[in-house]
């Protein structure tokens, strides 16, 4: 696809994101029904879950395209993995900020050590060292080969980290949604987090996008620069 | 294979022989360990807990910060002579390199382990409990996933300018597991409980330990590809 293409299309998919997040927000405050025990402070959870999962989604993409850009050494699979870490950490921060929020309210603490808060904490920190190794290498072609080390060896290790901290303490409240028999979520409430997941998604991959196309255009630019040097 | 072994007995020998002659890394680790346990002597007030509730915890972040100190510099030696590429490119494969420089890297840290639970022990009045031999195997499994990781990102970090700065940056996130069971384990056996109430504590270590080894045998190529 040509840069073109990808920033028509990055720009369609991130507006129309960003206005159903906007009709998320509308809805979760004036239509979608109150939670009985958790009250007004739950509706929070239609921005927190799905950023949580655009957050996870955007790691594992990470981590297949490294895998893939270690053996192929295609360079548009080296962006796909910045793009989707760049889009990845910024929805990790949304969710890193949006549960402390709720805990103060429904936990009376901002922070517990709770697993997947502290999963996500941790997923944030992996994201930080997959930018610095990046940014730290002399040249560019090592710090991809790094930044995809990383990437894979976070995506291998955070099962691990996930097992370890459940095993250490679970307060969060249960799954709701996925979960073995059918969801326990109020039908509303569904439809809500549906859209909001919708959204989210949208929107990651039309930053992704965007980001795919700066990073095409920026190679581009580094190209002639060196055409024109030598 | 058996070739493949020999070369891997190759690294370890060459490392362990020019640890022995410089006595660098282990001797900054040892002094770390020991003067760490002396500031957390002072550091902990005794009349509001027991040092011997949280030993475990003390123990196990001795080994990771002492132990990265070393693990740091396990390419340094070599990037400065060019000897690396000496190395590199000798017929031993890559992962081969990789898992002799763990083995020799695990020797040196488990060395500075019971080093750490000795003091400890002097320093403290700990007891070992009742199964050291439990203990000695919790540590061992610890300390391999670590050093196993400690190795791969050694390699890494020493790659760009932060160096050995930007080492627990990318090693802390994923040390968690091995911190968790590692603490607990050892906590509960120097408690006196019984080895089966650390059992499946002892199976996460090891499950750690291999999914480290193998990614780091696995990926370290790439890392020294240039």
Known sequence: MSVRGLRIGGTSLAVLGLLLVGLVFGLSFFWVSTEASQGIAQRIFYIHVPAAWVAFLAFGIVALTSAMYLWLRDDRLDRAALAAAEGGMIFATIMLTTGPLWGKIAWGTYWTWEPRLTLTLLLWFIYLGYFLVRSSSENAERGKRFAAVVGIVGALDIPLIHLSVVWFRSLHPQPVVVKPDAPSLPGDMLSLLMLGLLAFTLLFFGLFLLRYALETLRDAADARERRATT | ?226
């Open chain 2, 1 to 226: 294979m058996r070739g493949y072994l020999g070369q891997i007995r190759a690294i370890v020998w060459k490392d362990l022989l020019l640890e022995f002659r410089t006595r660098e890394r282990i001797a900054a680790m040892a002094a770390f360990a020991v003067l760490a346990a002396v500031l957390f002597n002072y550091a902990i007030d005794k009349s509001l807990v027991s040092p011997q509730n949280i030993a475990a915890g003390l123990i196990w972040m001795t080994i990771v910060f002492g132990g990265l100190l070393g693990i740091g510099r396990t390419f340094n030696l070599e990037a400065q002579d060019g000897a690396m590429q000496g190395v590199l490119m000798s017929p031993a494969p890559k992962d081969a390199v990789f898992l002799g420089k763990t083995i020799a890297n695990f020797v040196l840290l488990y060395v500075v382990a019971i080093l750490v639970v000795g003091v400890f022990m002097l320093f403290f009045g700990l007891d070992l409990g009742t199964s050291p031999l439990a203990l000695a195997g919790a540590l061992a499994l610890g300390a391999l996933g670590f050093v196993a990781l400690g190795t791969l990102f050694s390699a890494v970090s020493s790659g760009t300018h932060m160096g050995e700065t930007l080492l627990p940056i990318l090693v802390f996130p994923l040390l968690v597991p091995m911190v968790i069971y590692g603490t607990t384990a050892t906590g509960r056996l120097l408690g006196g409980r019984p080895v089966a109430e650390v059992a499946g504590n002892l199976r996460m270590l090891g499950a750690f330990a291999l999914v480290a080894i193998f990614a780091g045998a696995g990926l370290f190529r790439f890392v020294v590809e240039d």
